[in-house]
Every structure is written in structure tokens, then in C-alpha cells.
């Protein structure tokens, strides 16, 4: 389930609650005095088995002895009657429930669900602190205050943060159009509470808790779509300690979960802060300024202590300052004092008339390099700063602030309360401290990035790159048939190799020194001679590792040294012999580290970071979830320290950073074709500007499959699903939509005739805004599907023919869709074709329905549905000849 009368649970018609009381202290009292004494403006009934009355309201003692069946139930009873209360209220009718009851036991908690199931009655709950629903008067819980009306929604699996946040908020003034608490949600959860408020008119931002995600596909997919309309800000709880140090591989030991949860935030476009207070302050933030685009920023300040430390505040936080033009600190000369700052921060000296303000703002707004602006006033006596605020609002208006450009912070507090409020009612971002502007400028600008990652779509598999997979399920087939888990170094390299890895030649011997000399002779000096143990998973740690042996005796000496330290350190290992590998020598290398490991909640991962023997110490390293393009590679590089390195410095070349990317999709690819892949080490991969190569590797392998793309916590681009196919003696392509359609996409609404568009989408117009196509092209293939027909124009060049798109509720019950083709090229059956595909696809994902809202003179349109077995009602509503085609797919 997701959002299935869900309506019910926040805007009820009546509610009842179950175990209202009079006893003070208790739960139901203190539930029904919430209810009682707000303005809910619903029907309000008590049922209680030793009352008859409460509060002048009669009480009945079973629900089905109330004169209508409640919209919501609030139960505040004992464990043991939870199942019974539910399935009373299931058979009656009722679609919402709060189960506040604690101390439920499973099998008490599994008949509660059975009981609501079977009649699609949802539960918030139990064990929660109930909901507040500010705009509807609606406070179900046992809170000790009420919320103010806002357009924050904040959802949270702590009770206790629920009622502190609600002090806190409460007496800041800061207003919210739902306040929920989750309690052990056995069945609405995050997922469904993301879909909810995704589409709620009354919500502006999604505030959220975390101590633990359960369905994290559910909740990916979730989360991506409430992210692309809203802002979705998280505070995550429980971080874990930094590594599983038992794990076999050194990624094992870096991939520690909250560091997991920190990548699922970032890939699903949602920004995590660490503290409530950020919490607020980035939903302030993006509320008002998310459309900014800049990386950089301006200060303007009339005092240069503040202006310091604002700049030192952007030193910390990682946001770099903009260099004013020449031009631009000419244009400033002219209208400041000479004694002013010269650069950023630019400060126009404590003495400011308002005119000197205007000026300056003006001189900034003019020159769009200059990035954000951060206005930073401290009271005078020279000028009130109302006076200020009120001269600097037009211009902030402007329409040279779209997207906004402005933030402010007006430093004191009775003295600027004003000048704040004013710039507060005219919607500009605004501040107390410095430091709180550059912090939330520079959430805004992870918020940008974790954005740009929500609109990556990848497939699981790249036609360029696709791995020797049957070669590759024969290497683990075989280790697995012998009891193995973990593959040799010549095997993992093997792998790696079948996935267009650069690896360095490797051969395997028997562990004698002799064998040992003439590997080394075949390879060609200098060369790497390592132990090789199933036993020893990190050979350095045992001195199973020498390097840089020049000829025959070095590699002699070496061989019996090592079998005989080896022995003394590790006597019960088992040794298979040695490998012996070419020594690689590159001019200006980095080690990195590539690696895989999977999460107990969200699946496999991979990692990136700076590799060698200290890769726990340096501790460098990124993580991001699969799968991987070469723009969510190179943006999970970006994350890491090293990668300062790779871009290169003085007279040390840049690294081939496409082919570390390379390396990064293969082994997303390698995780989505082998289920078996449990963890991954690639360490060192060497790379410099000839490229990246692989020195080391360790593959750990599980009999229970638990990589897959069927794994991933993100659905791939569903690359199975492409199809070519003949049609009016053209070859087309039918194949799901991706998010470099977009300039096509673009092109083909531009050819469309108006009255076509009018048709299908109900309004002439044939271009749209930016993020209006991209949200077309960028889907959730978890959820919605468009298929498009592609075929070469007559400049040879890729064009879109047409589109048949469906958006599936979250219930997947019913899927709304539309199909539109080339003007020219209708009546030619591109559009029976793409709907058959649509069709078929729906069916293949189990929807119920498929409906859509069709103007009634679209002959073409009604025609097509006719012929796919659509049937045909007239809109009762509104009278303007509209019709609903229907049809049932299972």
C-alpha cells in the first residue's frame, strides 16, 4: 500500500477515539481533551465500555454502536484488544487508523495488519504519538501543545523529538501543515508519507527523522518523486561506528551504514542536515532561494568585522567568494569611499547613507559574476535600517533576481526586528548571523548537486561496456562449486578483466621459489611477488607482499623469505602458491581504491577513494549507490580529497579521470549481470594521465546472490524493454524515455500542430520551461513509464516520432495516460503501436487500470481507445464534453 485513504487519516470527516477517558494522566484523556479543545470542525465521538458520557459528548461502548461509521479512529486501549478494535472497524467501514498502544507483541501486531488489510484500512502506528493536522484543526496525539498552521510537513519516528519540536517551533513562530509521528509504522510509512505529502498543496517542504529505513526501494522511489517537487530535508539518526572491521575486503570496513545513508539522501535529491536547527534553517532556505543556480558569493557589508567573518565562514564551509571584475570595482570606486574594502567582502563603510546601499546592491545585481549576494547590515545611528530595507525590496524584486539572487542577515535584534520583517514578508531569504547565511548557502549548494544526481537515469548495463558475463559466471560458478567464498588474486583480476578493466599481467605458481624465477622471467623484469592464501585476505599485513625484485635472485631470496615469515605469522593458512605480476612503474600515479560491499538495507554499493595500504587511516572516500553513468561516477569522485590530486598541480599532469569513471560504471555493470558479487576490492587501481590500471583485487562471493540489479535500492533503466521493429518502411526504436531525450523531446512539442497539443494536454502552448521537460524526460521507471518512438530524420539526425506516457498511482492500481505522435505522421498507426507497448508493459507490472481524461471531439483519440478495448464514459462534471476512457488489465 501507499496513499490508499490516506485522506482519511489527515482531513477526517468525523473521528472517534477509542478509549477517551476522564482519568487525568491518561492516554485517552489526554488525546480527547487535544481533540475537544482545538477547532476541529469535524464530528467528534467517544467509545469507552465504563462511560456513558464525556465532556457533554454521549459515549457509546463498541464503535459499531456509533450513528455513523468514523473517518479515523484514534485507539488508545490495551495491546490485547488493538486486533479485535481493527477488524471491528475494517468490517464497518472506517479507512484510518491511529493505534497509539504500546507494547504490542508480533503476533498482536500481525493480526492488526491481516484485520485492516483485508478492507484497505490504514494504520499510523502503533506506539506513536499520533498526527497534527494544523489547517484541519486536527490534533490526534497526546502532544503537550498544539502546531501552528505553516507549509512545513515534518514526519519523525521519535515521539519524544515530535513534542520537543513542537515546543520549539511553537515558540518561534514556525507553522506546519502536518506533524506526524510514525511510531513503529507496521504500516504507514516513510515511503507512503513522502508520497502523501508530495502532491499536498498545503506542504512547501518535507521535514523528516530517521532512525531506520525497512523498504528501501519503496522508499528511494518514494523520495525521488517527492524530491523533484518539493524540498525534502533529513535528519538521519544512529550513526553507526566507521567500519565492520570482521569484513573481508577493506571496502567491508570503510562502507559503514550511515555513510550508505548518506549517498541513498544524495541520490534521491534530498539534502541531509545534522541538527534540528539546520533542519529549519535549510527548509527556510530552499523555500525562498532554491532556484538559485550560483556556486559562489558576494558579501556587501557596512561593517568589516562582520564582512571577516562571514568570509571566514565561507573558507570553513567549503563556498568560494566571486573576484570582482575590473569593471565592476571601477563601477564601486565611483559611489564608495576611498577607504573602502577593494574586493570581497565588499565593505561600504558603517557611515552608509541609504543611497550608498542602493548604489552598491545595484552595482552587484549589474554584474552576474558576482553570484549570490549576501547583504550583511549592522545598526547605526546614521540611518534606520528600516529605511534601508524598505529602498533595497525593489530592488531585490527586480527582475534581475530571477532567479533570487539575495540573502540577508540583519545583525541585533530589536534594532533590525523591522528592516527583517521587511525583507521576510517580501520573501527574501533572511538570517541572524553570518555564519547561518554561508551554512545555508552552502546547503543549497549540496542540495544543487544531490538535484543534479536525481536526474541521472543510467541503465544498468552500457552497450560499449558490457561485461563477458558467461565468462565471468564460469569463474564463480567454479569457486563456488569447490566451497570457495573468496576468489584468487588471478581469478578477481580475471573478472575485472572480462569487464574492460585494465588489470596488470598476473601468473599464478606454485609456492616454490624456482616456480616463483620462471614466472618472473616469462612477465620481464622488475616484477611483484605476493603470497597467495585463501587464508591471508590482506597480504602486506603478513609481509606476503615484495616488491621491485630486478632479477632472478631477488626473486629467489624473496620467494623463501616470505614462505618462511608467512609460516611463523600465520602457521595454519593454507598456502596455494605465489602470484607473480609485472612490476608497474607510471610516472605521476595515484593510488585509488574501487570497491563494492552490500548494505543490509539498501544493497549493494560502490565506493571510491584514495587506495594504497593506509586506506583505513587516510579514511578518503565517497560512496554512491548503483547504478552508476559517467556523470554519477565523476560526481562520486568529486566527493573525495584525492580528487583534488587527480585534476593535477605544478608540473604533475592531470589524471585520465575517464578512465577511472570507466572503471566505476564497469563494476556497476559487474554488480547489476553477478548477484553473487557480495564485496569488491580494487586496490590499488594506479591511475595517471596514460590511464588506470589494476594492481590488486579481491572478489568475496555468496551463494545467495546479494548484488543484482533486482537488488539495487534504485530500479536501472530498463534497457530490456528497447525494441526495433519496422513500421511504414521505416526501422524505429520503441524504447523507455531517458533524460538525454531532452533536446529531442523539445524538438518534437515543436513540431506539434496547436490543436494536437490542445488535445492531448488541454492548453496551445509548444514550448515549455526547463524543469517542466526534464521532469518529462527524468522519471522514476519504478512508478511511471514513457515510451518513445525514435527514428533518423531526413538530416539523418535521431528524432522523436511520438509518445505514449502512463503515471501509476502509488497503489499501482490505476495508471493515468496520454499518447501523442507527429502531427504529420498520424493515422499511420505509430500511436496503436506505441499504446500496444504501453499496454503490455502495464499488464507485465501488475496494474489494475488504465484511464484517461479525453476531450470529446478528439475523434482520433477515442478511435484508438476503442480499438485497444478501452471502454468509453461521458464526464458528469463541468459540462464541457470531456470523456474517460477505461481499461481493465487484470
Known sequence: MSIRNLDSLFDPASIAVLGASHRAGSLGATVWRNLTHGNYGGRLYAVNLKHRAL?????????????????????????????????????LGTRAAVVMTAGMDNDQKQAMLAAARAHLLRILGPNCLGLLSPHKGVNASFAHTDALPGELAFVSQSGALVTAMLDWAKWRGIGFSHFVSLGEHADVDFGDML?????????????????????????????????????????????SPQGQLAAASHTGALAGSDMVYDAAIDRAGMLRVNTLQELFLAAQTLSRFRTNTSDVMTILTNGGGAGVMAADAAAWAGVKLAQLSATTQQKLDAVLPANWSHGNPVDIIGDAPVARYEQALKILTDDTTTGALLFIHAPTAIVPSADIARALVPLAQHESFIPP????????????????????????????????AVRAFAMLVNYRRNQAELSEAPSALQADLRPDTAAIKAIVAKALAAGREMLTEPEAKAVLSACHIPVVPTLRVRASPAAAVKAALTIGFPVVLKILSDDITHKSDVGGVALNLRDEADVRVAARTMLARVKRQRPAAVIQGFTVQAMLQRAHAQELIIGSATDPVFG?????????????????????????????????????????????????????????HQALVAVSQLLAEVPQIAELDINPLIANFEGAVVLDARIRLSAAGPAGAANFAIRPYPVELEETLSWDGRTICLRPIRPEDEARHMEFLQHLDPEDIRMRVFYSRRT??????????????????????????????????????????????????????????????????????????????GTQRLVATVLGHNDRMLKLGKHQGFQERTSSEGGDGTKSLFLTLH
Not at 459528548?57 to 490495551?78: F, G, N, Q, S, Y
Not at 508520497?195 to 506542504?203: E, G, M, Q, R, V
Open 604 to 660: 549493494p554499493v560502490i565506493l571510491f577513494g584514495q587506495g594504497g595500504t593506509a586506506v583505513e587511516v587516510t579514511a578518503d572516500r565517497a560512496i554512491a549507490l548503483p547504478p552508476l553513468n559517467a556523470q554519477l561516477a565523476k560526481a562520486l569522485v568529486a566527493r573525495t580529497r584525492v580528487s583534488r590530486l587527480l585534476a593535477g598541480w605544478r608540473d604533475t599532469p592531470a589524471v585520465d579521470e575517464a578512465a577511472v
Open 405 to 436: 539572487r539575495l540573502m540577508s542577515c540583519w545583525l541585533g535584534d530589536p534594532a533590525v526586528a523591522e528592516a527583517r520583517q521587511i525583507f521576510q514578508g517580501a520573501d527574501i531569504a533572511t538570517f541572524y548571523t553570518p555564519e547561518q
Open 195 to 239: 508520497d502523501y505529502l508530495a502532491s499536498d498543496p498545503k506542504t512547501r517542504a518535507i521535514l523528516l527523522y530517521i532512525e531506520s529505513i525497512e523498504s528501501p526501494r519503496k522508499f528511494m522511489s518514494a523520495a525521488r518523486a517527492a524530491a523533484r517537487n518539493k524540498p525534502v530535508i533529513v535528519v538521519k539518526a544512529g550513526r
Open 55 to 91: 465532556d457533554g459528548h454521549k459515549v457509546v461502548a463498541h464503535a459499531r454502536d456509533l450513528p455513523e461509521v468514523p473517518a479515523l479512529a484514534v485507539i488508545c486501549t490495551p495491546p490485547a484488544s488493538v486486533p479485535g478494535l481493527i477488524k471491528e472497524l475494517a468490517e
Open 768 to 845: 515549455m520551461e526547463r524543469t517542466e521537460l526534464a521532469r518529462l524526460v527524468q522519471i522514476d521507471y519504478a512508478r511511471e513509464m514513457a515510451f518513445v518512438a525514435l527514428a533518423p530524420g531526413p538530416d539523418g539526425i535521431l528524432q522523436t516520432l511520438g509518445v505514449a506516457r502512463a503515471m501509476v498511482d502509488p497503489d499501482n492500481i490505476e495508471a493515468e495516460f496520454g499518447v501523442i505522435v507527429r502531427s504529420e505522421l498520424k493515422g499511420k498507426g505509430l500511436g496503436t503501436l506505441l499504446m500496444a507497448k504501453l499496454i503490455a508493459y502495464l499488464r507485465s507490472h
